[in-house]
């Protein structure tokens, strides 16, 4: 499932909710948690999905909005380039009771919008946000699961594997840069966790040759492919047209694309969306 791109001038603005920054938590040298409470999440809910997400917005440089803040009345008001620069995360866990939101950043030094925030973020930080949205969730009727993707995608693999019952049939492929990056997950008791390390490698390379050489057991399986959309375009093309998975049984997508930034992948996601689809999809039709 595809988060969707930002709102455009013109356009109704989705409401945006105040989050302040309880906690930080150093996870691996390159992944922060940042522990979010306050008020402003006393109607926020998440729980359908384990691919929840949330858009933080962050003021564009030089720029104070009014208070309250509003995010329709600064569309409305102020040229684009004023407006808050929106970052897509997934929720790594949405605790009700403590009313607690913890999102898990992967920060590449001084690189990124989102990552050099996280880093320098303190208890008292405040930072508006939208969301959540969403749309996966492991299918309890499926034989078995597959999950692969890369440290963008390893909270909401994270969070799939501890929805899954116990006695769940699951395979999950992470690809990190080492194996200093690699976290303790939760798995069911018939669950594979296998960490992949592309040391100084492209992104996604490896999880590309795990999935071609993972042996498919037998049954329906339920696939979650998410992460750089280079690699998961190639897994999702090895998925439809070598192990003939239906495409109801997938859910693929490209969170992050090399060499651009957010505001640049969202720009063109759709339309790159709809060339996979009828090359890959055209492919198949070509040879049944």
């Known amino acids: 499932m595809a988060p ?19 906690r930080v ?42 208070e309250p803040f509003d995010l329709r009345r600064v569309r409305e008001e102020l040229p684009r380039e004023q407006w808050p ?14 009313r607690e939101l913890s999102v898990d950043f992967v920060v590449h030094g001084d690189d990124g919008l989102a990552g050099p925030w996280a880093a320098r973020a ?9 969301g959540p949205g969403g749309g996966y969730a492991p299918d309890p009727a499926a034989d ?15 969070a799939a594997l501890e929805r899954l019952p116990s006695h769940a049939e699951a395979y999950a492929f992470v690809e990190v840069a080492g194996p200093e990056e ?11 966790i296998r960490w992949l390390h592309r040391g100084h490698g492209q992104v996604g390379e490896e999880l590309v040759s795990a999935v071609r050489a993972f042996a498919f057991p037998a049954g329906r399986p339920h696939v979650f492919v998410h992460g750089e959309a ?25 969170y992050w694309r090399a060499g651009q930034d957010e505001d640049g992948w969202q720009d063109s996601k759709r339309q790159w969306n709809r060339q996979v689809e009828a090359e890959q999809e055209g492919t198949l039709t070509e040879s049944a």
């Open 4 to 22: 969707p791109s930002p709102g455009r001038r013109g356009r109704g603005a989705p409401t945006a909710q105040r989050a302040r920054v309880l």
């Open 25 to 66: 938590e150093r996870l691996t040298p390159h992944m922060i948690r940042v522990v979010f409470g306050g008020d402003g999440l006393s109607g926020f809910d998440a729980g359908e999905f384990s691919d929840h997400y949330v858009k933080l917005l962050f003021p564009a440089p030089g720029v104070v909005y009014p």
């Open 85 to 98: 620069r929106m970052r897509t995360y997934t929720v790594r866990r949405w605790d009700a009771g403590a």
């Open 122 to 130: 303190k208890a008292g930080d405040e930072l508006h946000f939208v």
């Open 144 to 158: 078995w699961h597959l999950l692969a993707g890369d440290e963008s995608a390893l909270p909401a693999i994270a």
């Open 182 to 192: 690699e976290l303790e997950l939760a798995c069911p008791e018939r669950g594979v």
């Open 230 to 254: 280079g690699f998961v375009k190639e897994v999702r093309g090895l998925l439809r047209r070598e192990r003939n998975v239906p495409r109801e049984s997938l859910s693929v997508s490209g």
